[in-house]
């Protein structure tokens, strides 16, 4: 079944450590995204790609940084994480070209940051 | 500015109705998304509209008035298993950005 994966699904660190975010999907969409989403509030993009090679940073501002070198692989990391960076952090992917014709998502579980 | 607003909470017995209502004010519009998120899980896509008027999937409708700014997702014969957040989004471009609401937390009770 094709689906949207992330690990690790929950992750607690220290400040200063550098963490990478994984997400790979299998549907073969060529946009995929970061948002980030704390509790009842809505989901803020933060890094977007419309395909390989192709990254823009979205409407938050970000210390992290994202790099799309093979279609089904988008990953995230954080240099020096702090405290500020704790979070839930989304991943979706879309297919502009799927037979509704609507640019529908499909997120991944989640990662869960704690910044200790 | 780009702004989404819908209620925060709201409470329904097993068996009604609850209608959930969402307005917006965005630069761009190419359809509007609800997605039910359930705690601790990803959200899932539940309707589309991109024209006025109701689009009827199962036990969920959902409605547009694009002169109105307005959308309402409409949640029939309530189960216990609707209880969850939903989230109104816009896809404010063609290329497929989206501005998300905050979500409304439906409550399911016996």
């Known amino acids: 079944e094709a689906d949207i994966y992330q690990t690790p699904r929950y992750l607690v660190i220290g400040t200063g450590k550098k963490i990478t975010l994984e997400c790979s999907q299998t549907?073969?969409?060529?946009?995929m995204y970061w948002y980030q989403q704390d509790p009842g509030m809505e989901l803020h993009l933060i890094h977007y790609s419309y395909g390989v090679n192709s990254t823009e940073k979205g409407d938050l501002s970000s210390e992290s940084t994202v790099s799309r070198i093979r279609t089904e692989h988008f990953p995230l990391t954080l240099e020096s994480a702090r405290p500020s960076h704790t979070s839930q952090y989304l991943c979706?992917?879309?297919?502009?070209?799927?037979?509704?014709?609507?640019?529908?998502?499909?997120f991944g579980a989640g990662s869960r940051l704690t910044v200790l | 500015g780009q702004n989404i607003d819908q209620p925060t909470e709201m409470t329904a017995t097993e068996g009604a109705i609850v209608q959930i209502n969402c307005t917006y004010q965005?630069?761009?519009?190419?359809?509007l998304f609800w997605y039910q998120q359930h705690t601790g899980e990803a959200p899932t896509f539940l309707s589309y509209n991109v024209l006025d008027g109701l689009e009827e999937k199962g036990r969920f409708s959902s409605f547009l008035s694009r002169s109105k700014g307005y959308s309402y997702l409409l949640l029939k014969e309530l189960q216990m298993k609707d209880s969850a957040s939903y989230l109104c989004?816009?896809?404010?471009?063609?290329?497929?950005?989206?501005?998300f609401g905050a979500g409304t937390q439906v409550v399911v009770t016996p």
């Open positions: 989004a816009v896809n404010v471009d063609s290329w497929g950005k989206f501005q």
């Open positions: 979706a992917s879309s297919d502009l070209g799927s037979s509704s014709g609507a640019n529908v998502l499909t």
């Open positions: 549907m073969g969409h060529d946009k």
């Open positions: 965005t630069s761009g519009f190419n359809g």
